[in-house]
């Protein structure tokens, strides 16, 4: 039998009449005779023609949706339409049956939530096949981009002692028998004996680490997972999400700014490339989806039209204080359309004045800078007005925030005295605050969440179809 071949491979393949051998998992089966192969290496199947006449009925019983076989055969020219070339089967071997009565994932459109429900079984459908493809090639491109610009991949742990967001959503992580904690005296859980002797929890974030690696490295950058245990369940939170975080000394905001958006426009740009046929897949089931909107709610634009859009455009860049002077004087707010009406400065924004800034306002992606410091984390460079501290958030079309990060306070004494305003204990991070005792020098990063990047580039509506397997309240399966 000759080498097994990709189906990509074989569809892209100019010779024909040669012996070919293919594995995959069937699609479909009509007539007897025509089976739809596909192995993942690409959204399109390969067809394999079975000659009935001559092939054991109690065989083609077994060709049933969703098993997987071995077939070998000759690639020839197609005699069809719809594929160039197809594979004459002259021998067809079932590795693993499926029983059509029980398989879920039948060759028709299956709603998103049914196929959540069997997220184990879901790749094998047309749309999630293009959406881990896309995924790949946007985690492959990410690292591409800071490779080529001599960037370090900084592995920073997973569990960790502090919140670097200091927002107390982490997830505690412990090995105590739960239904027996150690108690101190004073009936505290007495962290001392646990696996760690200290409290520790998920990390939310690989920053804090990432700055110290900077302070030597220059730049370095970290992709991986990170957990935050906060009840959002939106169609853009996940409990486990993963984070890239470049951190890099000697950088300004403007730096800041430039480096997001040049790395969001390479990796978009990237995927266009590479999966070109996966997103044009993607195009049109966004456009089938948005048919079934009222016109007036469907996207100017179609999938392939706004990641060129994208590209083709400067992120429009203001401050915080700007927006919420246009956020004041919007349409949506005087006419009371806002759940959360804007009345002056100094509140956080919510996804809907983000939505309005880049849907309807600039109609691109928004960077924000320059926020309240009440409203943002201790790390972030205090600006000379005392009120604002050097943050950016990047804001995307359909998304709202992708990115958040800042320039970083790298002056010790502003340092602390943030600290001490909002509660962070200093004694904790004693080893962060090294970092500006010992050669402290201006630095700046960023958190690109990557499930949201994904979400952008499929144009899928949800965040729990860009993840295998997504977490979130109430659901760890799989
Ligand atoms: O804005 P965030 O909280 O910033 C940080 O964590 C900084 N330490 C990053 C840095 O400066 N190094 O999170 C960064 C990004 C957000 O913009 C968003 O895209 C994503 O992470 N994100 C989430 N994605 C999915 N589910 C969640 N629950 C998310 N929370 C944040
Ligand atoms: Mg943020």
Same mark, same amino acid.
């Given at each position: 039998?000759?080498?097994? *071949? ?14 070919? +051998?293919?594995?995959?998992? $069937?699609?479909?089966?009509? &007539?007897?005779?025509?089976? %739809? ?27 049933? *949706?969703?098993? %997987? ?7 020839? #020219? ?25 398989? !879920? ?51 920073? !742990? ?15 992580? +412990? ?28 990390? *939310? ?8 690696? #900077? ?16 009840? &959002? ?5 996940? %409990? ?19 480096? %997001? ?77 806002? *759940?959360? !009406? ?8 919510? &996804? ?13 992606? $928004? ?72 050669? &402290? ?28 397997? !997504? ?8």
């Amino acid at each position: 039998m000759s080498q097994r *071949v990709k189906i990509k491979a074989l569809l892209q393949s100019q010779q024909t009449d040669v012996d070919v +051998t293919v594995k995959g998992w $069937v699609r479909a089966f009509r &007539s007897n005779r025509f089976i %739809a192969l596909n192995d993942g290496s690409t959204n399109n199947n390969i067809q394999i023609v079975v000659d009935f006449e001559n092939t054991d009925p109690a065989l083609l019983k077994r060709i049933t *949706v969703g098993a %997987a076989l071995s077939v070998a055969g000759k690639l020839v #020219a197609s005699q069809g339409k719809g594929q160039t070339v197809e594979v004459i089967a002259t021998d067809i071997e079932i590795l693993g049956d499926s029983d059509p009565d029980k398989y !879920p994932i039948q060759p028709k459109k299956h709603s998103l939530e049914f196929l959540r429900e069997n997220a184990h079984l879901r790749f094998r459908t047309s749309t999630f096949g293009a959406i881990f493809r896309v995924r790949n090639t946007l985690a492959f491109a990410v690292h591409q981009f800071f490779q080529e610009r001599g960037f370090i991949y900084l592995h920073t !742990p997973v569990i960790t002692q502090s919140d670097a967001e200091g927002a107390g959503e982490a997830f505690h992580v +412990t090995n105590f028998d739960l239904t027996n904690i150690p108690k101190t005296d004073t009936g505290e859980v007495d962290f001392k004996q646990d696996f760690f002797g200290a409290a520790t929890n998920l990390t *939310v974030s690989g920053q804090l680490e990432g700055e110290l690696g #900077a302070m030597a490295l220059s730049d370095v950058y970290t992709f991986g997972p990170t957990f935050r245990a906060e009840n &959002s369940n939106t169609t853009r939170h996940l %409990a486990e999400f993963w984070m890239i975080e470049p951190e890099v000394a000697f950088n300004d905001l403007t730096d800041n700014m430039d480096l %997001a958006e040049d790395m969001l426009k390479y990796v978009i740009k990237y995927a266009l490339d590479k999966n070109a046929e996966d997103i044009e897949f993607l195009t049109q089931r966004l456009e089938e989806e948005e048919k079934q909107k009222p016109q007036n709610e469907r996207s100017e634009m179609s999938l392939l039209e706004k990641l060129q859009f994208c590209l083709n455009h400067d992120f429009e860049r203001l401050t915080y204080t700007e927006a919420i002077e246009i956020l004041k004087e919007s349409t949506p707010n005087k006419k009371k359309k806002f *759940v959360y !009406p804007i009345e002056g400065w100094g509140t956080d924004l919510q &996804s809907e004045h983000e939505r309005y800034l880049v849907e309807k306002h600039f109609k691109k992606p $928004v960077i924000l800078t320059d926020y309240p410091k009440e409203i943002k984390a201790f790390y972030m460079r205090q600006n000379d007005d005392g009120k604002t501290v050097g943050a950016m958030d990047i804001l995307f079309p359909g998304i709202g925030e992708i990115i958040g990060g800042s320039a970083r306070e790298e002056r010790l004494d502003k340092l602390e005295q943030r600290m001490d305003e909002m509660g962070i204990p200093k004694d904790e991070l004693w080893w962060y605050l090294d970092t500006r005792r010992f050669g &402290s020098c201006p630095h700046a990063g960023f958190g690109l969440g990557f499930e949201r990047l994904v979400l952008f580039v499929t144009g899928m509506g949800n965040i729990r179809d860009v993840i295998p397997f !997504p977490r979130f309240p109430k659901n760890a399966e799989f």
